[in-house]
């Protein structure tokens, strides 16, 4: 049962990364006894720069992609139904090329991407694996005709370009992973929506009776930091409250003093700081016109 509620949470976590740079659909049916692939991602033509903050999972959707997440280690089976998925893609491509009397692109088929948290290499042996030069360890290409690689997230290295595929890893890879995503500012790229998400799995994993030693403690160490997080919150909160509460006591004796105010002068008193506007409120006792909030405000920008 847990397992679908981590393929849940992969698929939804890599749709939110991906869905600024491209199209990206999440249980994609194929031809055949109606295969699903995990997430299809098409890149938007004009691709934007700030993919590389995704580091290697950017490096990934650079180009059509076919990324399939595994939740426990992928069997060789797995790893065969994912690339059975990409040939079948392949040769869908290939029919509507001929149909459309246009050739098909080397670019346009997609690389699979098989994730998996921990892999044996006696198993990478079985597929031929091999590593490529320019590439990080924990990236095993399987031969060039294949366009497969397979990403043991264990292996891959503790680095920021790393840290948004070992969030999809296991135990202590995903928990540091974790540590790291929170340490990150918070007003970084994603941080946010991903701890949202990360912390909805855990909600969905606690109401699960059955739980395995990975998940259980994912809960604890996920606990202090949801609780702070949500504290956190709740004191920004009251911070908005006390920051509205007095824009609106500003503006209320300010139409009292001078009369009405325009939208543009509105706008740049609700940009003003709690302390700026409790200078505000000191100062606005001396205005007679608007000019005086006017040079007040232009004084606060200098």
């Given at each position: 049962?847990?397992?679908?509620?981590?393929?849940?949470?992969?698929?939804?976590?890599?749709?939110?990364?991906?869905?600024?740079?491209?199209?990206?659909?999440?249980?994609?049916?194929?031809?055949?006894?109606?295969?699903?692939?995990?997430?299809?991602?098409?890149?938007?033509?004009?691709?934007?720069?700030?993919?590389?903050?995704?580091?290697?999972?950017?490096?990934?959707?650079?180009?059509?992609?076919?990324?399939?997440?595994?939740?426990?280690?992928?069997?060789?089976?797995?790893?065969?139904?994912?690339?059975?998925?990409?040939?079948?893609?392949?040769?869908?491509?290939?029919?509507?090329?001929?149909?459309?009397?246009?050739?098909?692109?080397?670019?346009?088929?997609?690389?699979?991407?098989?994730?998996?948290?921990?892999i044996s290499e006696t198993r990478l042996s079985s597929f031929g694996t091999m590593q490529k030069a320019g590439w990080l360890s924990g990236v095993h290409f399987l031969p060039?005709?294949?366009?497969?690689?397979?990403?043991?997230?264990?292996?891959?290295?503790?680095?920021?370009?790393?840290?948004?595929?070992?969030?999809?890893?296991?135990?202590?890879?995903?928990?540091?992973?974790?540590?790291?995503?929170?340490?990150?500012?918070?007003?970084?790229?994603?941080?946010?929506?991903?701890?949202?998400?990360?912390?909805?799995?855990?909600?969905?994993?606690?109401?699960?009776?059955?739980?395995?030693?990975?998940?259980?403690?994912?809960?604890?160490r996920l606990e202090p930091l949801y609780q702070r997080d949500r504290e956190q919150a709740k004191e920004e909160g009251r911070q908005e409250g006390r920051q509205e509460g007095k824009e609106d006591l500003i503006l209320r004796l300010l139409n009292r003093r001078i009369g009405e105010i325009d939208a543009s002068l509105i706008g740049?008193?609700?940009?003003?700081?709690?302390?700026?506007?409790?200078?505000?409120?000191?100062?606005?006792?001396?205005?007679?016109?608007?000019?005086?909030?006017?040079?007040?405000?232009?004084?606060?920008?200098?």
């Amino acid at each position: 049962m847990t397992r679908f509620i981590h393929d849940k949470f992969a698929k939804d976590y890599l749709e939110e990364l991906l869905k600024d740079y491209g199209e990206v659909k999440a249980s994609e049916k194929v031809s055949g006894e109606i295969k699903e692939i995990d997430v299809l991602f098409t890149p938007a033509k004009q691709q934007s720069s700030n993919i590389q903050i995704l580091g290697l999972l950017g490096r990934f959707a650079q180009q059509p992609a076919i990324i399939e997440p595994y939740r426990n280690p992928a069997s060789t089976d797995e790893i065969c139904d994912c690339i059975l998925k990409l040939l079948e893609i392949k040769a869908l491509l290939r029919r509507e090329a001929k149909a459309n009397k246009t050739k098909l692109q080397d670019l346009e088929i997609p690389k699979l991407w098989v994730l998996t948290p921990t892999i044996s290499e006696t198993r990478l042996s079985s597929f031929g694996t091999m590593q490529k030069a320019g590439w990080l360890s924990g990236v095993h290409f399987l031969p060039d005709a294949l366009r497969t690689a397979i990403v043991a997230i264990h292996q891959l290295p503790q680095t920021p370009e790393t840290l948004w595929l070992r969030l999809l890893g296991r135990g202590s890879v995903q928990s540091q992973a974790i540590i790291e995503l929170q340490a990150l500012p918070l007003d970084y790229p994603y941080q946010k929506e991903t701890l949202e998400l990360v912390y909805n799995l855990r909600e969905n994993l606690r109401v699960n009776q059955e739980l395995e030693a990975d998940d259980r403690e994912l809960i604890m160490r996920l606990e202090p930091l949801y609780q702070r997080d949500r504290e956190q919150a709740k004191e920004e909160g009251r911070q908005e409250g006390r920051q509205e509460g007095k824009e609106d006591l500003i503006l209320r004796l300010l139409n009292r003093r001078i009369g009405e105010i325009d939208a543009s002068l509105i706008g740049q008193i609700k940009g003003l700081s709690i302390e700026q506007l409790e200078n505000l409120g000191e100062a606005l006792l001396d205005f007679s016109s608007v000019a005086d909030l006017e040079t007040w405000l232009n004084q606060q920008s200098i």
